[in-house]
């Protein structure tokens, strides 16, 4: 499981996205900071923030599918 924290990105926010869901946990985070934030970001660019976050090769696969 993982999860998306505004506040590892640069906003003052208590937000965080977490899901087992990673497709529907980026979903959510990019809604929030479009609506919140007015930053509108693309699923490519959050999961690239999870590969980083991570540094993990645990969410590649799921990265080529939404590539």
Request: hydrophobic share 35%.
């Amino acid at each position: 499981m993982g999860k998306l924290c505004c506040v590892d990105y640069g906003f003052e926010c208590d937000f965080v996205a977490e899901s087992k869901d990673t497709s529907g946990m980026i979903e959510e985070f990019a809604k929030h900071t479009l609506d919140e934030h007015g930053i509108e970001y693309s699923k490519e660019a959050l999961m690239q923030f999870m590969l980083r976050k991570y540094n993990s090769s645990k969410y590649e696969d799921l990265y080529m599918q939404t590539a």
